[in-house]
């Protein structure tokens, strides 16, 4: 009898192991167009984290996408925590910074010129319609080719992210998150720019898009520790 239950208690133990290592997995190859760096989702207890709970918190988080001399001017907008999409802080300068989604795993800010403002709330207004990704995608290309959607050229993004929703209060840096930066040019190829297609090594410009409304050079930074 002591036997077999000895058996069970391993048989169960290495069934749990399987699926937490199956989980682990698939919350790393997750991936979308703002791209996570691959890192464990478990948080050090020592950093004094706390958890992205608070308006206020979703404010400082996001101002982290910002150039740090921009910030205390940038527009913020985005979900509060009670789900309404809204303008959490006024602004004075050319940024808009969208804050993190407080429904949606992970932590993703952006900051944006506010010339991209029509191309981004287009985006938003398809997304609410129910549109896909290449819906919204092919939608937003006719009509810029039409000149019914402004699309401007050298507008710059920049993409703060991770897969952790914990912040140290006192630097608002998200835990794991790092920052990628887009620039805008409008139907630019790798010929035009003579950037490759595809990143050649870490930290490498590269054009994304290439030839649509949407080309852009893309630049990520490598993770801090690692310059």
């Given at each position: 009898?002591?036997?077999?239950?000895?058996?069970?208690?391993?048989?169960?133990?290495?069934?749990?192991?399987?699926?937490?290592?199956?989980?682990?997995?698939?919350?790393?190859?997750?991936?979308?167009?703002?791209?996570?760096?691959?890192?464990?989702?478990?948080?050090?207890?020592?950093?004094?984290?706390?958890?992205?709970?608070?308006?206020?918190?979703?404010?400082?988080?996001?101002?982290?996408?910002?150039?740090?001399?921009?910030?205390?001017?940038?527009?913020?907008?985005?979900?509060?925590?009670?789900?309404?999409?809204?303008?959490?802080?006024?602004?004075?300068?050319?940024?808009?910074?969208?804050?993190?989604?407080?429904?949606?795993?992970?932590?993703?800010?952006?900051?944006?010129?506010?010339?991209?403002?029509?191309?981004?709330?287009?985006?938003?207004?398809?997304?609410?319609?129910?549109?896909?990704?290449?819906?919204?995608?092919?939608?937003?290309?006719?009509?810029?080719?039409?000149?019914?959607?402004?699309?401007?050229?050298?507008?710059?993004?920049?993409?703060?992210?991770?897969?952790?929703?914990?912040?140290?209060?006192?630097?608002?840096?998200?835990?794991?998150?790092?920052?990628?930066?887009?620039?805008?040019?409008?139907?630019?190829?790798?010929?035009?720019?003579?950037?490759?297609?595809?990143?050649?090594?870490?930290?490498?410009?590269?054009?994304?898009?290439?030839?649509?409304?949407?080309?852009?050079?893309m630049i990520s930074p490598l993770p801090e520790g690692k310059e």
């Amino acid at each position: 009898m002591n036997k077999h239950l000895v058996t069970a208690f391993i048989f169960t133990g290495l069934l749990l192991s399987c699926n937490s290592n199956d989980k682990t997995k698939t919350t790393v190859e997750e991936s979308s167009d703002i791209e996570v760096t691959e890192k464990s989702s478990t948080t050090d207890k020592s950093k004094n984290l706390k958890p992205i709970d608070t308006d206020e918190a979703l404010i400082a988080t996001a101002l982290m996408a910002a150039p740090e001399a921009s910030r205390s001017g940038c527009k913020v907008i985005g979900h509060n925590m009670a789900g309404e999409f809204v303008t959490l802080k006024e602004g004075s300068n050319e940024f808009i910074v969208l804050a993190d989604d407080p429904e949606k795993d992970g932590f993703s800010a952006a900051c944006y010129h506010k010339d991209l403002e029509p191309f981004m709330a287009r985006g938003r207004a398809l997304k609410a319609e129910g549109k896909k990704h290449q819906e919204i995608f092919d939608i937003r290309e006719e009509e810029v080719k039409s000149g019914q959607l402004k699309m401007p050229t050298g507008a710059t993004l920049h993409v703060y992210s991770g897969p952790n929703t914990q912040y140290d209060p006192n630097t608002s840096k998200v835990d794991g998150a790092q920052h990628r930066y887009v620039v805008y040019l409008p139907f630019a190829t790798a010929e035009s720019t003579g950037l490759p297609e595809a990143p050649v090594a870490s930290n490498h410009p590269w054009i994304m898009n290439p030839g649509t409304h949407r080309a852009h050079i893309m630049i990520s930074p490598l993770p801090e520790g690692k310059e």
